[in-house]
């Protein structure tokens, strides 16, 4: 019997919508709070990851995508990418922003300035998601089996 592990991972040029994006990180800097589903939709929680950041570090996409939004709101700066397949991903409490609505995005790539902190979510379609449940690499261990004839 011979086992293999394969690692499955979009390139930056994927175009399957019905793939999940695997996301890096996106910045380098410990988890301070981590998320916390809320009670319900006005509950208390944390929607996402918040990481102790130093103003002036670089935020960079977490996945291949589409800015759908590059702003304020409510006086703190925000970038949302669409990665497909239903997923969006979102940095906030922003120093300065570095891209524009309707930019293709790759992941890695530098989008924006961190503040004092940094909040990152993902969602899919409207509903806020672990997204410690979509960073890193996915392995499928594959196990090749003789054919027989």
Known sequence: ??????????T?????SDERPVMRPPVDAPVVDPFRMPDG???AGNRGIEYDTDTGDPVRAAAPGTVTFAG???GALYVTIDHGAHIRSSYSHLHRIS???GARVDRGQVIAVAGDRLHFGVR????????????GERRVRVRLVPLRW
């Open 1 to 10: 019997m011979t086992v293999a592990a394969v690692t499955l991972a979009p």
């Open 12 to 16: 930056a040029g994927a175009s399957h």
């Open 41 to 43: 939709p006005y509950g």
């Open 72 to 74: 304020a709101v409510a």
């Open 99 to 101: 891209v524009r609505v």
């Open 124 to 135: 899919v379609d409207e509903d806020y998601v672990d997204p410690d449940g979509y960073i």
